[in-house]
């Protein structure tokens, strides 16, 4: 009892490790991506063949989407993976005597493929066979001719049958039924295969009989087993003594597989000695299998083996067939016919895609899989290698997978901007001579990233634009440019932020966001602003978006808008209200000046620019046409001739300022010139001028009233001097008449200083005057002192060289010849018209010496002179 269980242990201990070796081996072959199951033929479509998915692994819920694809050797697909469980069925019946007639072990071969991994596995079913065929003979029926002398014991081969199954279910025994007279012996072939042979068992006797029929049985070793037939009709014949012999005991041919269908491969040669039918030998194939049987034909006259159909290497490299050649006596001889077929390059070699993808991001690594190809070439040898190759000028490169799997890999980075798509063209060449070649395209698009950033086609913009546009004029439009496609390619237009004299650049001008077009939002002024500066950002629609920007520098162009405006003389409305206004633009000049004397300057200026702001004076109307003339450029009103006595006093000036724009803009300036030849007259036209000025309604004695206040308070002043001055004198014992009496003339004074700035000015303001009369006429002096002039013209005499101012002559030449103190007389004029502070007339101080102390109505006194404002 202890002994049978430890044996029991003992086989239990060998089936689990047996069982522990599959399980690894298993493990192993998956774990190397080979995978070998079984499956007996002619089972229905959609058998269970082996459960791929349990043993690779695989999760069908994340490949679900990624998709697999069984790819089969040859151009009939028997196998199927099923797509919810996994498992690998069959898609056609199998039938392994057509599929592997000459193979032993029919092992059939598919790789399945992952697309979305770009992973291979090779799977090897082994296709076993099952016992659905019985034996066949060539022939149901076979006649035999044996001669009545023929010793017993002779052996005479019969047609072997043939069962396409293998294995235990393949051709087994042989059973022969019929006829004492002869019995069945088995002979083993070279090739392990049975052969019959019918034995004469005992001898003949034609008179006893002349036809014997037997029946010849062949089975297998299948469950149950399958049994085939033939009949075998025995002629005995009278005797004959020789047989046929062939020339060779065995023929070998080899011939390539390209030769024609109808030629003749090889011929079989028989002899026979004997003479008569019994001489005339006969050919006939006695073993051949079915491939052959379709392929050759055997001349039974002459022994020729023809050829029926094209012969293929791949379908069949040798053949063998056994030929028997016979006498009308019935004896026979036999030989062995050996075909070799030699491989010749007729196959092109065979480029399957079996996975691809038809679009890759230009961004993708070097060394995406993008297709997976398989190569074949159904020739062997070196006519079956094959080399593949690709294009030099794509970024792409051939990469050997496994077996005859071949990968096509990205070979370096992709620019979609230089090449957007790609038609890829794999070679495939096979080592023949000539080589046959064979090529397979692989469309490929590239996908777009925003890697461009747009560009603007100038570096920078420039545009003039006229002022006093309208509001919305177009300006300029800038365009940049996006190398990239698509929304990456879509380029949008917006303005920098920035500031235009305190307002946001958004509120004079805009971009169109589609276009790139600038507008201007409102109407600009040169005068205001010259120019703008300013920054566009072109932005695509990428993400993240990418952006570039260009400066633009708008000129504004100036135009004649702005008409001149004259600063001097003031317009009469900008010198006040009132009698003011009646002084604006009062020049004086004396009547001696001579042609060319300076009047006046009309001061002009012009808002604009450049041509625009080029200003002409002209002199558009004068009461004296002829007297005075203006400068073209500088506006100086100067006399064109001496006066002469019968020209008026005043005389009107309409004075044309014109800038140089299109159409050309003007203005007027109107001076009033008055021509004296002594201080009366001077008052005089100037009283007359302030009262026609005055406004209407109110009364001339206005300034009269002021004129008579003014005179009276220098009288008193007047007074209170010549009291002091007689004082002075009595005490004096001699006196000299100090300046001869004179006309007061204004002869001596300098024409400058009758230029009126800022309205009307007298033309002695600007002295401050020292005035020292002694009873020595040797010791008086009159001295002007430039040092206290007030916002006047500088005075042009040195302080000590004073101009003449009451004549012509010398001062000290007037005095007269008589020193005598008696005669001794002099007189100080002074008028002081002291008017309005806003009137242009602010003081005329005139000095005036007689011989007397009194000289008609006027004042004589001696002053030192001061501006009265």
């Known amino acids: 009892m202890p002994a049978q269980m430890c044996a029991a242990g003992r086989r239990w201990g060998r089936r689990q490790r047996a069982l522990l070796w599959a399980v690894l081996l298993a493990a192993w072959e998956a774990a190397w991506g080979q995978l070998r199951y079984s499956v007996p033929e002619e089972m229905p479509k959609g058998s269970f063949v082996g459960d791929v998915a349990k043993d690779l692994g695989l999760q069908l819920t994340e490949q679900s989407d990624r998709g697999f694809q069984i790819v089969s050797e ?62 066949s003979f060539r022939e149901a029926e076979i006649e035999l001719r044996i001669s009545e002398t023929t010793a017993p014991g002779s052996r005479f081969p019969l047609s072997e049958a043939h069962d396409p199954d293998s294995g235990r279910n393949s051709l087994q025994s042989y059973e022969l039924s019929g006829d004492e007279h002869f019995s069945l012996a088995v002979q083993a072939g070279p090739g392990g295969d049975q052969r019959p ?55 070998t041919v080899r011939v390539p597989e390209d030769v024609p269908v109808g030629s003749t491969l090889v011929t079989v040669t028989a002899t026979d000695a004997d003479e008569g039918p019994n001489g005339h030998v006969k050919y006939s194939l006695k073993k051949v299998s079915d491939m052959a049987s379709e392929i050759f034909r055997l ?96 970024p792409f490169r051939l990469q050997r997978s496994q077996g005859n799997y071949y990968s096509v890999v990205t070979a370096k980075e992709l620019d979609r901007e230089q090449v957007s798509e790609y038609n890829v063209t794999v070679r495939a060449a096979d080592g023949g001579s000539p080589a046959l070649q064979s090529s397979a395209v692989l469309a490929l698009r590239v996908l777009d990233v925003n890697d461009n950033a747009p560009v603007f086609l100038e570096e920078r913009y420039s545009a003039r634009l006229a002022e006093n546009n309208a509001a919305g004029a177009l300006v300029l439009t800038v365009r940049a440019t996006d190398a990239d496609w698509g929304q990456n390619a879509r380029v949008r237009y917006r303005l920098a932020e920035g500031r235009v004299r305190g307002a946001p650049l958004s509120s004079y001008v805009s971009v169109q966001a589609e276009t790139g077009a600038l507008y201007a939002l409102r109407s600009l002024d040169y005068e205001q602003l010259h120019e703008l500066q300013l920054c566009v950002r072109a932005e695509d629609g990428g993400a993240p978006a990418l ?91 100067r006399t064109a001739r001496s006066p002469l006595a019968r020209d008026a006093a005043r005389h009107s000036l309409l004075v044309l300022v014109r800038d ?22 001077l008052l005089a036209e100037l009283g007359s001028a302030a009262h026609e000025a005055a406004a209407p309604g109110e009364p001339a004695a206005s300034l009269t009233r002021w004129l008579v206040l003014a005179v009276a308070a220098v009288s008193c002043l007047f007074v209170a001097f010549l009291l002091l001055l007689l004082a002075l004198r009595l005490r004096r014992c001699h006196h000299q008449q100090l300046l001869p009496p ?21 033309f002695l303001q600007s002295y401050s005057h020292d005035v020292s009369l ?55 004029q002074i008028l002081c018209a002291t008017l309005p502070c806003t009137a242009p007339l602010s003081f005329l101080p005139v000095y005036c010496f007689d011989e007397a102390f009194t000289c008609g109505s006027k004042f004589f006194f001696m002053v030192q002179g001061n501006n009265c404002d």
């Open 197 to 251: 042979e019918l034995v004469l068992a005992k001898a003949l006797d034609r008179e006893e009989a002349a036809f014997h029929e037997l029946v010849l049985r062949a089975s297998d070793g299948g469950d149950p087993a399958r049994t085939g037939t033939a009949r075998i009709r025995v002629t005995v014949l009278d005797a004959n003594d020789n047989a046929p012999v062939f020339s060779q005991a065995e023929y």
């Open 547 to 637: 952006s570039s920007n260009v400066s633009v520098r708008l000129l504004i162009v100036d135009e004649n808008d702005n008409a001149p405006q004259v600063l001097y003389p003031a317009p009469a409305a900008a010198a006040g209200s009132g009698a003011a206004a009646a002084w604006s633009g009062v020049e004086l000049a004396p009547r001696w000046a001579e042609a060319g004397a300076l009047v006046a300057k009309v001061v002009a200026v012009d808002a604009d620019a450049g041509q625009n702001a080029w200003l002409s004076y002209e002199l558009a109307k004068a009461t004296e046409p002829g007297l005075f003339r203006v400068g073209l450029h500088s506006g100086e009103v």
């Open 742 to 762: 004179d006309s007061g003339a204004l002869r001596g004074v300098p024409v400058s200083h009758f230029v009126g700035i800022d309205g009307v000015r007298a």
């Open 74 to 135: 040859g151009r009939t697909r028997y196998f199927a993976l099923h797509g919810k469980t996994g498992h690998l069925v069959t898609a056609e019946r199998i039938d392994r005597e057509q599929l592997c007639r000459l193979v032993e072990k029919c092992v059939l071969r598919c790789e399945l493929i992952v697309e979305g991994e770009m992973k291979l596995y090779e799977i090897e079913v082994e296709i076993t066979d099952i016992n659905d065929n019985e034996p």
């Open 774 to 828: 002694t009873a020595d006429s040797r010791k008086s002096h009159l001295r002007f002192s430039a040092a206290s002039c007030c916002d006047t013209l500088p005075a042009r005499p040195p302080p000590d060289e004073p101009a003449p101012l009451l004549g012509d002559g010398d001062p000290a030449g007037a005095l007269p010849s008589d020193p005598a103190p008696s005669s001794v007389s002099f007189c100080g």
């Open 299 to 394: 001349d039974y006259e002459t022994g020729e083996i023809l050829l029926l159909r094209n012969l293929d290497f791949e379908e069949g490299n040798s053949y063998e067939l056994e030929v028997q050649a016979y006498d009308g006596g019935g004896l026979f001889d036999t030989t062995k016919v050996t075909i070799s077929i030699t491989d010749v390059n007729d196959n092109m070699p065979e480029i399957s895609v079996t996975s691809a993808i038809s679009e890759i991001s230009e961004d993708a690594p070097s060394g995406t899989v993008v297709a997976l190809l398989h190569v074949q070439d159904r020739d062997s040898g070196a006519n079956g290698e094959v080399r593949c190759s690709i294009d030099k000028d794509v």
């Open 660 to 681: 140089h724009g299109r159409p050309a803009l003007s203005a007027t300036a109107t001076l009033s010139v008055v021509l004296a030849e002594s201080v009366a007259e």
